[in-house]
Nanobody, 124 residues
Framework: QLQLVESGGDLVQPGGSLRLSCAAS????????IGWFRQAPGKAREGVAF????????YYIDSVKDRFFISRDNAKNTVYLQMNNLKPEDTAVYYC?????????????????WGQGTQVTVSS
């Protein structure tokens, strides 16, 4: 059974950077698509960045494109989300989630395995 643990969330000023980590155990992440999702208070959970099995293709929503970068380190069985030029609207709990297979799902309900989340707060 795959288990995921996020870390790296913090309080950061606007314009700052953070790197979130999603560490896996119980299986190897190279067989999984990984999505980073976020949920702000009172809002629905949304997917922001994805990395897929085939050629490590990536996808970003428009609001984070060119600011957020997702990558995987198979040797460490970890996926990262580098977040640059953070804005107050990026404040949310960030979750990583995994989908086993070569498909490239963007829909929350397709992801079976979830971490517990890590809080990111962007504020001056």
């Amino acid at each position: 059974q795959l288990q995921l643990v996020e870390s790296g969330g913090d309080l950061v000023q606007p314009g700052g950077s953070l790197r979130l980590s999603c560490a896996a155990s119980g299986d190897t992440l190279d067989s999984y698509a990984i999505g980073w999702f976020r949920q702000a208070p009172g809002k629905a959970r949304e997917g922001v960045a994805f990395i897929f099995v085939v050629l490590d293709r990536t996808y970003y929503i428009d609001s984070v494109k060119d600011r957020f970068f997702i990558s995987r380190d198979n040797a460490k069985n970890t996926v990262y989300l580098q977040m640059n030029n953070l804005k107050p609207e990026d404040t949310a709990v960030y979750y990583c989630a995994a989908f086993r297979g070569t498909a490239m799902p963007l829909i929350l309900s397709e992801y079976k395995y979830w971490g517990q989340g890590t809080q990111v707060t962007v504020s001056s």
